[in-house]
């Protein structure tokens, strides 16, 4: 039966494949503070395609659940009660004040995740959804894992897609501080520990990425000032219209 079922997917993707030939599909790398919001405005791909991003459903989830959108605040206190509390039984001391603060803030960070996973999957059904009507579209995430991001990848390009991703670098300590201040304005902020993992993740994966897209992996610098940033979006901008074309 599961060769039945892998013959008609294979049949179904040649049909597909003739069908949203020459359609466009982006995939954006970079981590949290990168830019690539400023790279979408600057060549006009915001009025040209669909964008996906997680956060789209994920705040207002945070919002209508009453939870903060400055994460890091909540999550920092929750570890430095559960250091505590690791601590003071390994010295004897009485914990139970610890343990009922810990108590408070476990179902926040449950449903916090839960929130996270469940954004996620909306964005993913938007792609599925989005992809089946073959329409151009764009996924706007960090690039953490490139595992998915081949396998999505493959997939469309089966589909008919031509596939491309423009990744954004930019120095960690520059991400962390623009985390912070994200969090300043009021905006969603991350603790320091998933900002660093996050770019960490996506650095690691740069040259994987560039072997992946090959002439359809387009680089942007971030590192300098904002004049700077515009300027390196520039370069990119033929290469671009190349793709687009």
Do not use: C
């Amino acid at each position: 039966m599961s060769y039945l079922r892998e013959y008609i997917r294979i049949i179904l993707l040649e049909q597909l494949k003739d069908s949203f030939q020459g359609k466009k599909m982006i995939f954006m790398a970079g981590a949290p503070g990168s830019g690539k919001s400023t790279v979408l405005n600057q060549l006009g791909l915001l009025e040209q395609f669909s964008i996906i991003n997680p956060d789209d459903w994920y705040e207002p989830f945070l919002k209508e659940a009453g939870i903060s959108l400055d994460i890091a605040s909540f999550t920092q206190e929750y570890f430095d009660i559960v250091s505590a509390l690791e601590a003071g039984k390994e010295q004897g001391l009485d914990v139970s004040e610890l343990e009922k603060k810990r108590a408070e803030l476990r179902p926040t960070m449950s449903t916090n995740a839960k929130l996270f996973n469940t954004a996620r999957k909306q964005a993913k059904q938007k792609a599925a959804h989005l992809s089946a009507e073959g329409k151009d579209f764009i996924i706007d995430g960090t690039g953490g894992s490139y595992r998915e991001i081949s396998k999505l990848n493959s997939v469309y390009l089966q589909m008919g897609y031509d596939t491309a991703m423009v990744y954004v670098s930019v120095p960690k300590d520059i991400s962390l501080e623009r985390n912070f201040q994200r969090g300043e304005k009021g905006k969603r902020r991350l603790h320091d520990k998933a900002v660093s993992r996050s770019w960490e993740s996506v650095n690691r994966n740069k040259e994987l990425y560039e072997e992946l897209f090959g002439s359809n992996f387009l680089f942007v610098d971030n590192s300098g000032t904002y004049e700077d940033y515009q300027e390196r979006i520039e370069l990119i901008r033929p290469a671009m219209e190349n793709f687009l074309r």
